[in-house]
Nanobody, 121 residues
Framework: QVQLVESGGGLVQAGGSLRLSCAAS????????MRWYRQAPGKQRELVAA???????NYADSVKGRFTISRDNAKNTVYLQMNSLKPEDTAVYYC???????????????WGQGTQVTVSS
């Protein structure tokens, strides 16, 4: 069974920092792109940041200069370092990854269960 498990969410004051982690486990052959999404109450899920297996990154304009995505390919883990947090960053953050399972020749997307980030003003 393949799982993406997020951790690191919580409550923080505006201006503070949090680091999210997402570990993929199971019968995984390789991982292509890993992403972080977020969904605030009453809003659509939006892409926050993405990173390729080679380390290329891209960010939503709203988080550029404040958030940093990184990954440890040996641990099948992606991170999101969030600095200078604002109340508008409050959301459930979801990990997403394109996984190729052992015995498969294609990639498919998997989601984590989400972790709550709350930024107080």
């Amino acid at each position: 069974q393949v799982q993406l498990v997020e951790s690191g969410g919580g409550l923080v004051q505006a201006g503070g920092s949090l680091r999210l982690s997402c570990a993929a486990s199971g019968s995984i052959f390789s991982i292509n792109v890993m992403r972080w999404y977020r969904q605030a109450p009453g809003k659509q899920r939006e892409l926050v940041a993405a990173i390729t297996s080679g380390g290329s990154t891209n960010y939503a304009d709203s988080v550029k200069g404040r958030f940093t995505i990184s990954r440890d390919n040996a641990k099948n883990t992606v991170y999101l370092q969030m600095n200078s947090l604002k109340p508008e960053d409050t959301a459930v953050y979801y990990c997403n990854a394109d996984l190729r399972l052992r015995g498969h020749s294609w990639y498919e997307g998997y989601w984590g269960q989400g972790t709550q980030v709350t930024v107080s003003s």
